[in-house]
């Protein structure tokens, strides 16, 4: 599959009082194992599902939910207004669950799943749980909440947000995880892993900068089908990283959030930096203040 800006890339939609906002399936990406969904639900609106062979993670942007399933029912999940209002509260399940989702209040929210062989237990993740991280330095420091880390009971899954400051970068140096790799000893040196990015921006008539590239080791590089493609990143588009490196900056003036979700050949977070830009890092002298970011005065 060939992939550029315009493919790479979906707008939101507008669905009305209740809908999907936003997705993609693997088919549709030319990947394997990644669903993404960003929905909004009224105000006592419901949406229902079932996972299937899969196993599933409901990120809340804002609002409260309730779910009810047949692994369990979970009240007032959420409580922040946005995205840029707090920590998140997050809902994974197990593979053949069927749900329903309620808004209690007016709501958005992420949902994704990905096929799976394995059971593991249905479980609520608080605000109180996530890990907050600051990471890099100077105009690349940036905030990770880890709400599906990397030795979280799951299968696939890994789900964090990060934000990124007025004028920032993240995502950089520009990192990649597209082939699996070891060390003899077994150590993972980087995960082939499928990727999308959910932005969301404030004030939200901002917008971020995005650029997913290709070197020789990527196998669509190698298969004749390289990409360099410069992305504008809006409020509410979804991004597909496929394969390669794919840094972010940030419009002066504006806070750019996305919640990244990956899957694929380990839960893992283990990447390669471009080697020609990796050298930054030795250079930072300190973090932006900015971060951590929870609440963003609005003009």
Known sequence: MRYDASTLRRPPCDPGRSGALVGVTPGEAGWDLLHFEARRLAAGDAWSHATGEHELALVVFGGTLSVDSDRGHWSAVGGRADVFDGLPHALYLPRR???????????????????????????????????????????????????????????????????????????????????????PDGVLLEADLEEVYYYRISPPEG???????????????????????????????????????????????????????????????????DPALAWVKERYTTTNPAVPVYAVARP
């Open 97 to 183: 669950t069927a749900f329903v989702v309620t808004a209690t209040s007016g709501s958005t929210f992420a949902v994704a799943w990905a096929p799976t062989d394995r059971d593991h237990d249905a479980r609520v993740v608080t605000p109180a749980a996530v890990e907050v991280e600051v990471r890099g330095g100077d105009n690349a420091t940036r905030q990770v909440n880890h709400i599906l880390p990397p030795g979280f009971p799951c299968h696939r899954l890994v789900v964090v947000e990060v934000y990124t400051p007025s004028g920032g970068w993240s995502s950089y140096p520009p990192h990649k995880h597209d082939v699996h790799r070891e060390r």
């Open 207 to 273: 917008f971020a900068l995005q650029r997913i590239y290709t070197d020789e080791a990527s196998p669509l590089h190698r298969a004749g089908h390289p990409i360099d493609a410069p992305l504008v990143a809006h409020d509410g588009d979804l991004v597909l990283v496929p394969e390669g490196y794919h840094p972010v900056a940030s419009a002066p003036g504006y806070t750019t959030y996305y919640l990244n979700v990956l899957a694929g050949s380990a839960r893992s977070l283990a990447n390669a930096e």
